[in-house]
């Protein structure tokens, strides 16, 4: 599903990555661990097209990602990926169901097609109830799985998880790692999830170790 091959990124003299090998499976739940300031989040996105490596490559299945344009990344990443952050980044104005249809829209998916689409993927989420609300209007589990919902509405190949249990309860924190299990099984969709989370590492296919920019462990 992605190979990214001798990855190193650096800001001016400091080298965050130095020279990362990393292959993931189609289906596979990947957590990558280390120390703060090790460049797990960094490895992120570049392997997100958030961010691009200061040498090596990044393929998605045999697509070379590494030359696309910056306009090239976007419609990929918007097709291809999905994110969730530690913050949601939902956008406060909008309701939920709002929220989630906006990738659909950039897509170019019809209103019709986008809000069907969303409001099955929120009532899956247990949110049905939950499809008129404001952000403001929503708990942290809530709010953290509409931003999953919206990283699944253009049915990407790959969710791509930076810290998305940091801001919750032990039980909401459990609700989501067991949801990212729930929606591999069913969708056969591959996780890399970058976290601090030790449960969460622990339950996942694969742990990958950063330390001080290289990877210590893959197993």
């Not at 703060?36 to 392997?47: D, F, N, R, V």
């Amino acid at each position: 599903m992605i190979i990214a091959e001798q990855i190193t990124k650096s800001f001016g003299a400091l080298n965050v990555l130095k020279g990362v090998d990393l292959n993931i499976k189609q289906g596979e739940i990947v957590s990558i661990v280390g120390a703060s300031g090790a460049g797990k989040t960094t490895l992120l996105q570049i392997l997100g097209t958030l961010d691009k490596p200061s040498s090596g490559r990044v393929y998605y299945g045999n697509t070379d990602i590494s030359h696309f344009s910056e306009r090239e990344l976007s419609a990929f990443r918007n097709v291809n990926i999905g994110f969730v952050f530690q913050f949601h980044h939902l956008l406060p104005e909008f309701t939920a169901l709002e929220n989630v249809c906006i990738p659909a829209y950039i897509a170019k998916k019809s209103k019709t097609e986008a809000q069907n689409r969303a409001k099955e993927l929120l009532e899956m989420l247990n949110l049905g109830d939950r499809l008129d609300h404001k952000p403001s209007e929503l708990s942290g589990g809530e709010k953290q799985r509409v931003a999953v919902a919206r990283a699944l509405i253009n049915d990407p190949l790959v969710i791509l998880a930076d810290e998305p249990s940091g801001n919750l309860d032990t039980k909401t924190r459990q609700e989501l790692h067991e949801l990212f299990f729930s929606l591999r099984d069913k969708f056969n969709q591959t996780f890399v999830i970058v976290t601090h989370d030790l449960e969460l590492a622990e339950m996942s296919d694969r742990q990958v170790v950063i330390s001080d920019g290289m990877i210590e462990k893959n197993a």
